[in-house]
């Protein structure tokens, strides 16, 4: 744990990008409701014949109560007792990876979410806002981190969530360039603003339902100690945790294509 005043400005120096996603929860709804874009509900990606990955068992989405955890912009110094925990819980979840401070610092933490049978997927390179980018910034943001993540786990990125939850119709197009679906989410607990762990969980579990994709941020102090409780709580409730792969199974995710329940 952090000691709260000094620790909590060195996170912010030493992983600048993690911090400039500060207003991310808050700003994506009311921003990107500015742009038009389609999305695509996890459900109408499923198939006729389930055949989900099954790095945590087999789960049939069409009949059982699943949903996706996924944390942004780590790795961080918090992500080794976030992986203990998925392990001893046995639930899998879903890394949307920053490439600059957090890929490049902490390659071995990649490698072990890689081999304990997580989803990685990309957050971009440096957390900039890819509506404000011209194509060749777009196309680098995409590229430089599925690079990164493949050159250490030998597997490309198929799925990347934008900052911000920022996109359009022409970041849609650049992101099909590269192989990528967009990825967006339902359930936000506002962990950024450093809420205590009782109240993120409290988030998280009052505002998921089947098919949810709930956005956490490893990056922050109190959203670790938060997971064994949301997952205890929603275990009860009957909910089963997947990635979002799984999530989409037997479908796959069609790069260019954005999903949100």
């Given at each position: ?82 992986l203990d925990i998925l392990k001893d819980k046995k639930v899998p979840a879903t890394f ?166």
């Open positions: 744990m952090f000691a709260a005043h000094e620790k909590m400005m060195k996170i912010r120096k030493g992983f600048r990008a993690g911090a400039a996603i500060a207003a991310a929860g808050a700003l994506s709804v009311g921003l990107s409701g500015c742009t038009k874009y389609d999305t695509s509900k996890p459900s109408a990606a499923r198939a006729a014949d389930a055949k989900p990955v099954a790095a945590f068992g087999t789960v049939d989405c069409r009949r059982a109560k699943c949903v996706a955890l996924t944390f942004d912009a780590g790795p961080s110094e918090n992500s080794p007792r976030l949307f990876l920053l490439g600059k401070n957090h890929i490049a610092e902490h390659p071995e933490l990649v490698k072990r979410m890689a081999r304990e049978g997580h989803e990685l997927a990309s957050h971009t390179w440096d957390h900039k806002i890819l509506t404000d980018l011209d194509d060749d910034a777009v196309r680098d943001e995409f590229k430089r981190t599925d690079d990164a993540v493949e050159k250490l786990t030998g597997k490309r990125p198929t799925l990347m969530r934008p900052p911000q939850g920022r996109t359009n119709d022409h970041v849609s197009e650049l992101a099909k360039e590269e192989g990528l679906a967009q990825v967006l989410w339902d359930v936000t607990t506002k962990d950024y603003t450093l809420p205590p762990s009782k109240t993120i969980t409290e988030r998280a579990v009052t505002q998921t339902h089947r098919d949810s994709i709930i956005l956490l941020h490893d990056i922050y102090k109190n959203t670790v100690p938060a997971v064994p409780a949301i997952i205890d709580q929603l275990k009860a409730k009957g909910y089963v945790f997947v990635t979002v792969p799984q999530l989409l199974a037997p479908g796959k995710a069609e790069p260019g294509k954005i999903y949100k329940p």
